[in-house]
């Protein structure tokens, strides 16, 4: 899922801790910005989908795909930010 011409010369097991910190900055970013925007109920309800361990893309991804597809456009916009962080950090 992340980008494969940085990626592809790094160990599995360090593609792996990258994707795990893509997405666990990302839940982050996300119950940050919905505090924002949301009031009490929509917090919780945001909290709930992303306060779970879950450490991969795919499985982060399905879970908004299924449980909030209205903020999916929100999600993916904030999943290219965090991978292009990802990505600047490596190089």
Do not use: Q
Not at 7 to 21: A, H, Q, R
């Amino acid at each position: 899922m992340l980008r494969n011409d940085i990626f592809s010369s790094l160990s599995p097991s360090i593609k792996k801790d990258v994707e795990s910190w893509v997405v666990n900055s990302l839940k982050v970013k996300m119950i940050k910005k919905l505090d924002n925007l949301l009031e009490v109920e929509g917090r919780v309800n945001a909290r709930k989908l992303f306060l779970v361990p879950v450490f991969t893309i795919a499985e982060l991804s399905k879970r908004v795909n299924e449980s909030a597809p209205e903020i999916k456009t929100f999600f993916y916009k904030e999943l290219i930010t965090t991978i292009d962080e990802a990505e600047s950090k490596l190089v």
